[in-house]
């Protein structure tokens, strides 16, 4: 059964970064589209980036110029670097595989 394990939340201020990390369990990892989603209190589940098997990248308008999706397929990880993070950006954050397997979620808190 594949397992999607999100690390790398936490609070922090505005202007800072944080790095989210995604382990995923199973085969065929480099086959897949991963992507980052968001929930903020009170909203709904929404697409922060995508990668796609090739390395193509998709970022929400919000989000572009200051976040950047990876991936390591030899680690079995995908990455997400928040740079610049604004209050807004508060939400819990989870790792997504082909659109159908998800992480538990990392808590993500920007304020000061």
């Known amino acids: 059964q594949v397992q999607l394990v999100e690390s790398g939340g936490g609070l922090v201020q505005p202007g800072g970064s944080l790095r989210l990390s995604c382990a995923a369990s199973?085969?065929?990892?480099?086959?897949?589209?991963m992507g980052w989603y968001r929930q903020a209190p009170g909203k709904q589940r929404e697409m922060v980036a995508t990668?796609?098997?090739?390395?193509?990248?998709n970022y929400a308008d919000d989000v572009k110029g200051r976040f950047t999706i990876s991936r390591d397929n030899a680690k079995n990880t995908v990455y997400l670097q928040m740079n610049s993070l604004k209050p807004e950006d508060t939400a819990v954050y989870y790792c997504n595989r082909g659109g159908s397997v998800w992480g538990q979620g990392t808590q993500v808190t920007v304020s000061s």
């Open positions: 990668i796609t098997a090739g390395g193509g990248k």
């Open positions: 199973g085969t065929f990892f480099r086959l897949y589209l």
